[in-house]
């Protein structure tokens, strides 16, 4: 590990990964450790332009000749890899999402933006795109502006057109879309006359013949090192899965596979940190949980993914589980642990394992009542689910750069699980079973069981709610 990393991780810093990369560029330089010393005493996450300040305060006694040759040569290469990781990350959105819309709608775009300027006026066409922009125009019509790999290209949805014009008024940015419409060249350019819109979607299921039971069991944001962990509540869940309670061992003892989507432990979240002043280590709290999971009897194979709170250094997407915080859950067999979005098949049926983070903005926009939180939330996962994405756009801090899209859903699950909201819940969408879980902390005034668990057959993806 290097020395920054370390310094970091001592320290319980929160830095994005284009910030780390550039601290790592200056490891050898004279001004590192003045600019550590900085980071140490801010409060909040560390960013690239946060990084970049510092190393212009610090930079000044350099030498203007040092300074450029040292620096220059730094953004240049940093800017040229983020840049085309970008370049690519949209791209592959764009042929996901494009792929996706093909399939569901059996419908094929025919034009590309390079083909516009020699095609004449009023010519019929149908071309894909992403959302770059929108607005409203004359006479109540929307503008939006896409871009495709080759360009970019203006299309006018006039109100007239209802269904277009309601898609398009859902339509978020950085969203992939087939139109058909009309080219129209005038003086001053040329634009499409939209009449149909069509959006990427989840198709049915095929209907799947499982001759036998197989239940799984999920579970999320156990949050161990909380302070108001129930391990109560915790204890009692285990020995429901070790067939301890007479009125449900014939359902525990089918279950062979436990789910865990994310928040494993409390960690170092901002809440936690600044606000708690919460200093135990995650290691400690990782062998606190890898005490309570050794319980499980051992003929269950537990997946799991990380959560934010998981995060040493918090990117997104999230790292993998990092072995050395992590090792007391390494000596498991029968752990597997994964990295968030993950695809895992059992018994013929395909499980998508999210945390839930990468559309908590969503989730918010979905929030109209704090009653309804339950609504907000089915909702929210039925709307990731037939816009094929866990993120709203791609333009949300933190991102990592990775030259592809990892949170496009371009497979169909039978089943998606989440937590992270604190919510549990269960629907579906199109045959595809949706279920969220609340968490294992408790809050003032609880009256009843909270912490749930839900077990699906994988045979008919029949579903049951246990609370603990």
Known sequence: MSKIKEFLNKE????????????????????????????????????????????????????????????????????????????????????????????????????????????????????????????????????????????????????????????????????????????????????????????????????????????????SDIRCGNETFDYDAFKNFIDFLNNKFDEYKEISSKIKYLLITGDLI??????????????????????????????????????????????????????????????????????ILLKDPSYIEISERKILMTHGFYFESLFNENVVDLEKLEEAMIKTMQDVMKRRSLISNVRIEGLLPLGYDPFIIDERPDLMLCGHFDIYSNSSYHGCLLISNSSWINYLNDEKPRHSCYVINLKDLSVMRFLF
């Open 12 to 219: 319980k810093i929160y830095i994005t990964e284009d910030a780390l990369k550039i601290l790592e560029s200056l490891e050898d330089s004279e001004i590192i450790d003045l600019i550590l010393n900085e980071i140490k005493n801010i409060d909040e996450l560390i960013t690239k332009e946060t990084v970049n300040e510092l190393i212009k305060r610090y930079s000044k006694d350099l030498s203007l000749k040092e300074q450029n040759s040292q620096t220059y040569r730094r953004e240049i290469k940093e800017v040229s890899d983020i840049t085309m990781g970008y370049k690519l990350m949209l791209e592959d959105r764009f042929n996901k999402l494009k792929k996706i819309i093909e399939k569901v709608h059996r419908k094929t775009a025919n034009t590309t933006s390079t083909d516009l300027d020699k095609m004449l006026d009023k010519s019929q066409i149908s071309i894909a795109g992403m959302l770059y922009s929108k607005e409203s125009a004359k006479y109540d019509a929307l503008l939006l502006e896409f871009e495709d790999p080759y360009g970019s290209f203006r299309a006018i949805v006039p109100k007239y057109k209802e269904e277009a014009y309601r898609l398009a008024l859902e339509m978020k940015l950085d969203d992939v879309a087939i139109l058909d419409g009309i080219l129209i060249k005038t003086d001053k350019g040329y634009y499409i006359r939209v009449n149909k819109i069509y959006l990427p979607d989840l198709e049915y299921a095929t209907e799947k013949k499982i001759e036998k039971d197989i239940y799984i069991a999920c579970i």
């Open 266 to 335: 409390e960690g170092f979240s901002f809440e936690s940190k600044f606000k708690f002043n919460i200093t135990d280590d995650m290691y400690s709290q990782y062998e606190e949980l890898a005490g309570l999971l050794s319980n499980i009897r051992q003929d269950i194979t537990i997946y799991a993914i990380p959560g934010e709170r998981d995060q040493l250094i918090q990117t997104i997407p999230f790292n993998e589980f990092d072995q050395e915080i992590t090792e007391p859950l390494f000596k498991f067999k029968n752990l």
